[in-house]
């Protein structure tokens, strides 16, 4: 039988919150989890409202914006003894006005993350309504780089669940856990975006804050990808942290101990995707900020068996080679070389940069160099210098296993420094996920731009206090010639009279669309290609007037659409690739299956 897409994936009458709120997951997780967090009276007397009013008196004038009659919960309605007939009924429209009124208010990016937070747990449909009004200032509330901030301090603004937390605890219960909680839902979810907090964004190991960092892209899941909220479930497996001063802190929600090993936390995965995948049919799990080691691991290990991906590695690979595709032609259109001869450098050695160089070399290959060639446009630094053959820690044999695949074999002088490699290399781009700070220095960007009369700079490092060059300092230091994107927003700058708009870089732009179209064609797996065509996508994505601008990223208002178009070019992959189990699709042209993708993008 043909399932109509809208019907399944949003099976929710648009009309009934109540329901909503009654379905609401996040409700279930106290009796499903006996990990879920549980503060005492001392964590409690830190919560949302006591640090607002500390911090801000604004915010003594908060009560819970009130919901609309027919949209609350049972949970939510006033005694009987307060609802007469004179007691306000406010209109969607007016909660919504009075959100943001009340978010135009609170002084700190912080927060409004909190506000935005509460307002999600208790009405998701005026959350998102919000979003879509306003997507180009909130996303950077509620997702990077505010929500690098809110991960760090979770255990101070802590204000309920907002997702499953996982102990190791638990393992071998986990299969029951998931089962039970599975039991307690209407609808399945389809992704589940999951973290171990082991390495959120640049921001180092933060245990079980990183819960914020799941439930911020399942935001932007449904705000800019169109996945019903109701489907989406955020979790994070708690497995102990490095982080001293977090176990140390009496209000550290999760396991107060060190992280345990790989081996052990390989075991628990192994627990974790059998059992999800067994109590919700279907899904797909996005793995997010695992520290490199792990996230490589876990990606070799279950891609095959699992509908999942790595948003560090393969989502980030995804969105930067979209960019590159626009950025190396721009560049060779100015510098008249041919666009082979590019040659990248990049700043970090971590999972996302042997990621994204893994997946730009696409670009190469698909211009016909073959794979050696194209893996020597490639030059990496990590913390020792330029990675070559003879460095002595590579010569020993302590090189971490996901960099030996850019190992240098050219040279066997030393190259500890950015500058220093610049000067042997002569790049054509620099790309930066070093998580340091200011790292494109101002003489290595002023090189860049003697080198190149267009450079490419990527600076993706998040948050932005971990970004290795502001869009300004860019512009400056290039008279303007830059080819910039960033992994964290940057505002538009007014630059000799011109406005200049930067691009931002983050996989934002592709794990929406990528799970969008995996879960909608009931993709096996998720293939390289299904992943290429992302990029492919993206970078096709961009209307007439943000060509004529030369962006090199469809701009961040216009996610849901660049989503579809993502989601499309996927689900074509999944076909090329025969992984798509569900084939209806197959016999679309690509307008109708563009138009059936956004037809079944849930709206709030
Ligand atoms: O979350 C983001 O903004 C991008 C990302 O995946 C990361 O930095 O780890
Ligand atoms: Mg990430």
């Not at 604004?58 to 919960?73: D, G, Q």
């Amino acid at each position: 039988m043909r399932v109509h897409l809208a019907q399944t994936i949003s099976r929710i009458p648009s009309s009934s919150i109540t329901q909503r709120s009654r379905l609401n997951p996040y409700r279930t997780f106290a009796s499903v989890s006996n990990h879920t967090p549980t503060p005492n009276d001392d964590h409690n007397s830190s919560t949302m409202s006591a640090i607002l009013n500390a911090l801000n008196p604004i915010a003594a004038m908060f009560t819970p914006a009130a919901t609309p009659k027919e949209s609350r919960s049972s949970e939510q309605s006033p005694p009987s003894s307060m609802a007469t007939s004179s007691t306000p009924q406010p209109t969607g429209e007016q909660n919504l006005l009075r959100l943001q009124k009340h978010l135009a208010a609170l002084p700190t990016s912080l927060l409004k993350h909190m506000h935005l937070s509460k307002t999600r747990r208790e009405d998701p449909r005026l959350f998102f309504q919000a979003m879509n009004a306003d997507l180009v200032n909130l996303a950077p509330i509620v997702y990077t780089p505010t929500v690098g901030e809110a991960c760090q301090k979770y255990h101070e603004i802590y204000q309920g669940p907002e997702g499953l937390y996982l102990s190791i605890d638990d393992k071998d219960n986990l299969h029951q856990i998931l089962a039970d909680h599975a039991k307690t839902l209407e609808v399945s979810p389809q992704i589940i975006v999951v973290t171990d907090g082991s390495r959120i964004l640049g921001l180092g190991d933060l245990g079980l804050g990183g819960m914020g960092i799941s439930r911020g892209k399942l935001n932007l899941y449904t705000a800019g990808g169109g996945i019903d909220p109701e489907r989406t479930l955020a979790v994070v497996l708690d497995m102990g942290t490095n982080n001293e001063p977090l176990r140390a802190d009496p209000l550290y929600l999760g396991l107060p101990r060190p992280r345990c090993s790989l081996e052990e936390a390989t075991s628990f995965m192994d627990a974790f995707m059998s059992s999800a995948a067994s109590a919700y049919p279907g899904v797909l799990i996005q793995h997010e900020d695992f520290y490199s080691e792990a996230a490589f691991a876990f990606l070799d290990k279950y891609r095959e068996e699992y509908r999942m991906f790595n948003d560090d590695i393969q989502g980030t690979g995804s969105v930067i080679l979209g960019g590159f595709i626009r950025a190396a032609k721009m560049a060779s259109d100015a510098s008249g070389r041919d666009p082979r001869e590019h040659k990248v450098v990049f700043l970090g050695g971590g999972s996302a940069a042997v990621g994204v160089a893994k997946e730009m070399m696409k670009f190469f290959t698909q211009l016909g160099l073959s794979e050696k060639e194209a893996r020597e446009r490639f030059w990496l630094i990590d913390t020792k210098g330029l990675i070559t053959h003879t460095r002595p820690d590579v010569v020993a044999g302590r090189l971490a296993s996901h960099k030996s695949y850019f190992i240098r074999n050219d040279t066997t002088t030393e190259y500890p420094t950015l500058a220093s490699v610049i000067e042997h290399v002569q790049p054509t781009a620099l790309v930066g996920l070093s998580t340091t700070f200011g790292a494109f220095t101002e003489p290595c960007v002023r090189r860049m731009a003697e080198l190149n009369p267009s450079p490419i700079i990527f600076p993706l490092s998040n948050p932005t206090s971990k970004c290795e060059l502001s869009y300004a300092d860019a512009l400056e230091w290039t008279s303007g010639n830059v080819l910039f994107a960033s992994g964290s927003p940057y505002d538009p700058i007014e630059f000799h009279g011109v406005r200049r708009e930067p691009g931002q870089g983050n996989n934002f732009l592709v794990f929406p669309g990528i799970g969008f179209g995996a879960v909608i064609c009931k993709a096996k797996k998720v293939t390289d290609l299904m992943i290429t065509a992302g990029a492919m996508a993206l970078s096709e994505s961009l209307t007439p007037e943000e060509k004529e601008l030369k962006l090199l990223y469809p701009r961040t208002g216009r996610i849901r659409e660049v989503s579809a178009e993502v989601a499309r070019g996927v689900v074509r992959a999944a076909q090329v690739d025969g992984v798509d189990e569900e084939t209806r699709y197959r016999d679309m042209s690509d307008e109708q299956l563009l138009e059936e993708i956004k037809q079944a993008q849930w709206k709030a």
